[in-house]
């Protein structure tokens, strides 16, 4: 039986990659009007020498700077050849950005307007969430958990 994908769906969700490495790799590719919720993310480094490091990236809006397709680091991922490193702090984030807006959020009804903005989700830019490397000398395992709640 196939899984229910409609609107008004959540679904558990979870992806693997192997042999991560400098070349930007897009774990969860969002989608309008869903909603991802990460629940934990498991990296095992395969290959690692020196001080190479891993990027975990959230490409999103920037609701301070109204600026859009906006590299948001969430972490600096540092495994040793042979470690593994559990992320399992859970964060959200929309599928697409909201229709631009100038400026930050503000405590009034311009601020509730561009709340109901960012939760519309009504631009055709795309969110994401994305990990690299800074080396091809680094390589890493990755398995990714999380929620997928379809609002379409």
Not at 62 to 72: E, K
Not at 75 to 96: L, M
Not at 126 to 151: E, F, K, M, R
Request: glycine share 10%; proline share 1%; with cysteine.
């Amino acid at each position: 039986m196939a899984i229910s994908r409609g609107s008004g769906t959540e679904i558990i969700r979870c992806a693997s990659f192997e042999n991560v490495t400098s070349t930007l790799v897009k774990m969860i590719i969002g989608e309008q009007h869903h909603i991802y919720t990460v629940l934990s993310i498991i990296i095992q480094g395969r290959t690692r020498t020196g001080t190479e490091k891993g990027y975990l990236q959230l490409f999103s809006y920037d609701v301070l700077g109204g600026t859009t397709a906006r590299d948001i680091h969430l972490g600096i991922i540092e495994v040793a050849s042979g470690e593994t490193f559990v992320w399992n702090d859970k964060f959200s984030f929309n599928g697409h950005e909201p229709v631009d807006f100038t400026a930050t959020l503000t405590n009034d009804a311009a601020g509730i307007v561009k709340q109901d903005a960012i939760a519309d989700q009504g631009s055709g830019v795309i969110q994401y969430l994305a990990l690299q490397t800074d080396s091809t000398n680094t390589t890493y395992d990755v398995v990714i958990t999380y929620i997928d709640q379809n609002n379409a």
